[in-house]
Structures are given as C-alpha cells and as structure tokens.
C-alpha cells in the first residue's frame, strides 16, 4: 500500500559529498515523521536524522553534526539526506523510514514504513 524508494549511494573517496534521496508513493493522505536510519557492519542500526512536517531537523549521532543536513519536500513525499566530508567510518547501508497515514480501500490506517536501504562505502 505503501512503497518508499531510495537512490543516490554509491563509492565515494573520503572527503567527497553525496545526496540521498527518497521518495513515498501509495494512497498517502498525511507523513508526519521522516528521516534516515544506517547500519554499519557488525553494527546496531542507528538513527542519524529525523525531520517534521514543519521542517524542524535533529541530526542526532556528534559524528555526522556540522556534516550532514536532512531536508524534506512536502508537495512531493521526499526526504534526502545531504552528506559531505564523509569519512570511512560513515560506510553503512542507509535507510529512509516515514510515519506515514494511508487508506487501505476507504479505511484510514497508519503505520511506519522502510525504504529497502542503499549502500554507502567511503574508501580510498
């Protein structure tokens, strides 16, 4: 009923920038919470930003703060993740999640939803 899709991870040296982005679509009819997980080999998941509606952000491990900015496109269902000066450290697979309310026919249902994650490896 829902579907969130990510895109923009790839092999990057260390230093170097990348976007992620990631789009919901089904029959949304509200997304209050968005934001971005990552896992790290042998590894907890762990949050790194988080965004409201009304565009309040939260970058929430110290080691992406000052680094990474989480912006979000209302209109559209978006939400990227702007990452610069990556380190090694920051190789992971990234995940979008959304709070997002929906309809199942005319049932108005709400839960949380996960993009199926997209890799980044930062190496020289």
């Known amino acids: 009923q829902v579907q969130l899709v990510e895109s923009g991870g790839g092999l990057v040296q260390p230093g170097g920038s990348l976007r992620l982005s990631c789009a919901a679509s089904?029959?949304?009819?509200?997304?209050?919470?968005m934001g971005w997980y990552r896992q790290a080999p042998g590894k907890q998941r762990e949050l790194v930003a988080a965004?409201?509606?009304?565009?309040?952000?939260?970058n929430f491990p110290d080691s992406v703060k000052g680094r990474f900015t989480i912006s979000r496109d209302n209109a559209k269902n978006t939400v990227s993740l702007q990452m610069n000066s990556l380190k090694p450290e920051d190789t992971a697979v990234y995940y979008c999640?959304?709070?997002?309310?929906?309809?199942?026919?005319?049932?108005?249902?709400?839960?949380?939803?996960w993009g199926q994650g997209t890799q980044v490896t930062v190496s020289s």
């Open positions: 999640y959304a709070d997002v309310g929906y309809y199942i026919g005319s049932v108005p249902t709400h839960g949380d939803y």
């Open positions: 965004i409201t509606t009304s565009g309040i952000s939260t």
């Open positions: 089904g029959r949304i009819f509200s997304i209050d919470g």
